[in-house]
Structures are given as structure tokens and as C-alpha cells.
């Protein structure tokens, strides 16, 4: 008797097992497109991500970069200070999106330039991700916001 309530609990445990591995299996699966990975432009200058990668890059708009072109198109560096990537964007930018202001865009590299899906602003002046704060601090640009 004994023999028989002891293989129970150990197939109890098993399918228990399979069970917790196929749904953090699925949960993976499920999250893989909506996992994006940040880099600062010195990183993706330094280590080229593939162009099947989609990830999130930040910093500062660079100074006389931002052109507007036909339709929605547009093109402009991002810094973090210690390098620039160019980013082109087509869509309608955010109100506050401007040269020397804080960005996030989300997409991939193709040929040498972030071909942006999604780019955010800082939504007021004194805001900028975290990302980006640590990614301008590590290059020595970062200024604080005045009061």
C-alpha cells in the first residue's frame, strides 16, 4: 500500500513539473516580440546588434541633425555624448520631440541606421527614462535638470 501512495505523489510531482515548465515555456513564447532590450548609441556603435533585432536606443536629439523630408519622414542623429547613430522615423513625431531633448525609439539597424517604429519625448521638461539618464551619466554629459 505504502509502495503504491508513494508513486502516486511522485507522478503527482512530475506532471506538476511539466505542467510549471510548459507554461513558463508559453510565457516565453508569448513574450518574445514584446521584449526590447535598450542600448545607448556608444553601445550599438560598439557592438552592431543584427538587423533582425528589434531593441529600444536613447539619448539626446544631436544638434543640427533633425530633417524633415517628404511626407512623414524624418531623419536625425541620436548622441549619448560619446557617439551618434542615425535614426530615421516615419509617422507623426511626439509634441515635445526637438535637438538637444531626451528621445526613446523603438526598432532595428538596417545598413547602419536605426529605422525607427515608435519614438517617444520626454513628456515634460523635467522628465527623461532612466535608460537614458544612466546612458548620458556613463559618458559624462548628463546635466541635471534646473528647478
Known amino acids: 500500500m505504502k509502495s503504491l501512495k508513494k508513486q502516486r505523489r511522485i507522478q503527482l510531482i512530475a506532471v506538476a513539473v511539466v505542467a510549471l515548465i510548459g507554461a513558463t515555456?508559453?510565457?516565453?513564447?508569448g513574450m518574445r516580440d514584446g521584449i526590447n532590450f535598450f542600448r545607448?548609441?556608444?553601445?550599438?556603435?560598439a557592438?552592431?546588434?543584427?538587423?533582425?533585432?528589434?531593441?529600444?536606443?536613447?539619448?539626446l536629439v544631436e544638434e543640427g541633425t533633425l530633417q524633415r523630408g517628404q511626407g512623414e519622414q524624418i531623419r536625425f542623429s541620436v548622441t549619448d555624448g560619446g557617439a551618434s547613430v542615425p535614426v530615421v522615423y516615419?509617422?507623426?513625431?511626439?509634441?515635445?520631440?526637438?535637438?538637444?531633448?531626451?528621445m526613446v525609439g523603438t526598432g532595428s539597424m538596417r545598413n547602419g541606421v536605426f529605422e525607427a517604429?515608435?519614438?517617444?519625448?520626454r513628456h515634460d521638461e523635467t522628465y527623461m527614462p532612466?535608460?537614458?539618464v544612466d546612458a548620458l551619466k556613463a559618458q559624462g554629459?548628463?546635466?541635471?535638470?534646473?528647478s
Open 25 to 29: 515555456a508559453l510565457i516565453g513564447y
Open 40 to 45: 545607448a548609441p556608444s553601445q550599438v556603435v
Open 90 to 102: 516615419t509617422g507623426v513625431l511626439p509634441d515635445l520631440f526637438g535637438e538637444n531633448e531626451g
Open 47 to 59: 557592438a552592431p546588434p543584427s538587423e533582425t533585432e528589434v531593441f529600444r536606443i536613447g539619448g
Open 130 to 132: 532612466k535608460e537614458v
Open 117 to 121: 517604429t515608435e519614438i517617444l519625448a
Open 141 to 146: 554629459v548628463y546635466k541635471e535638470p534646473e
